[in-house]
C-alpha cells in the first residue's frame, strides 16, 4: 500500500510524489527531526505531545493522515514551501547515506508539486 500526493486540478498529467506508508512515514520523521522535535512523541503518531506545543509550517504535512484525510489548501502549500526548500537545502550539506539521498529526493519532487499547486491555485490531495 502506498500513498500519493498530487494537485487538485483534475489533470492526470501534473506533477505528483508518491511514497509506500514505510518510506512516507521515514520522511516525515525526518522532516520533524529538522524541525526540532520527534514525530512519535506526537498526538495521532503514538505519543501525548500536542501539535499545539509545536511551531512549524510544515505541521499540515506532517500532522496528516496518510492516506485520504482533507486536501492541504494552496495558502496551506505556500507557507510550506520555503521551509521545506530550506530544509532540503540543509539535507545536501549532510554526510551522504542512502535514505536521506531519497528523502533529498522525495523532498524535491515535493517541492515541485507545492509550487504547481501554489501557482494554479489548486489544493493538495493525498490518495
Known amino acids: 500500500m502506498g500513498l500519493t500526493l498530487f494537485p487538485g486540478d483534475g489533470d492526470n498529467s501534473s506533477p505528483d510524489v508518491s511514497w509506500s506508508c514505510i518510506r512516507f512515514h521515514a520522511f516525515r520523521e525526518r522532516l520533524a527531526q529538522s524541525e526540532g522535535f520527534s514525530l512519535p512523541e506526537m498526538r495521532g503518531f503514538g505519543g501525548d505531545r500536542s501539535w499545539s506545543d509545536v511551531s512549524t509550517p510544515l505541521e499540515p504535512l506532517l500532522d496528516h493522515p496518510d492516506v485520504g484525510g482533507d486536501a492541504l489548501s ?18 545536501l550539506e549532510e554526510p551522504d547515506e542512502p535514505l ?4 533529498i529526493q522525495d523532498a524535491q519532487q515535493l517541492t515541485v508539486v507545492l509550487r504547481f499547486c501554489v501557482d494554479k491555485g489548486v489544493e493538495l490531495i493525498f490518495l
Open 74 to 91: 494552496a495558502p496551506d502549500c505556500a507557507a510550506m514551501l520555503p521551509r521545506l526548500q530550506a530544509i532540503t537545502g540543509e539535507w
Open 100 to 103: 536521506l539521498q531519497q528523502h
